[in-house]
C-alpha cells in the first residue's frame, strides 16, 4: 500500500485543518487505517485509527473531542479533520495502515508526511 498525505499547513492556536491521505497499490478497504505524528525532537506517536468497518475507533487522549478520523473506501482515502487546534499539535503527520493498528498502535505501511504548524 503506497499512502501519499496532503492539507497540512499553518493555522493559528484554535484553528482547524483536515488532513487527506491517498491510498493507491491495493484498497484499503479491510485494512485498519490512522495517523501518527512526530514533533521535532520527540518520538512519533498514535494519533488515531479507523477499523475497515463499522465505527470503531481510536484517539490519544490529548486529541480525543478536537479530532476526527475517517475513511472513505469507496475513494481510497483517510481523513484527519483536527479542529481546536493547539500548538502543541505542531508535528509532522504521518498517514498508516496495517492490521494492528487499532490492537496495538502499530502501523505496517507509511505516508511520507505532512507538516502541521500551529502559531499561538
Known amino acids: 500500500v503506497q499512502l501519499v498525505e496532503s492539507g497540512g499547513g499553518l493555522v493559528q492556536a484554535g484553528g482547524s485543518l483536515r488532513l487527506s491521505c491517498a491510498a493507491s497499490?491495493?484498497?484499503?478497504?479491510?485494512?485498519?487505517v490512522g495517523w501518527f505524528r512526530q514533533a521535532p525532537g520527540k518520538e512519533r506517536e498514535f494519533v488515531a485509527a479507523v477499523a475497515w468497518v463499522g465505527s470503531r475507533t481510536d484517539y490519544l487522549d490529548s486529541v480525543k473531542g478536537r479530532f476526527t478520523a475517517s475513511r472513505d473506501n469507496a475513494k481510497n482515502a483517510v481523513y484527519l479533520q483536527m479542529d481546536s487546534l493547539r500548538p502543541e499539535d505542531t508535528a509532522v503527520y504521518y498517514c498508516?495502515?496495517?492490521?494492528?493498528?487499532?490492537?496495538?498502535?502499530?502501523?505496517?505501511?507509511w505516508g511520507q508526511g505532512t507538516q502541521v504548524t500551529v502559531s499561538s
Open positions: 498508516a495502515a496495517g492490521p494492528f493498528l487499532l490492537t496495538a498502535r502499530r502501523a505496517t505501511y
Open positions: 497499490g491495493r484498497t484499503i478497504s479491510n485494512v485498519v
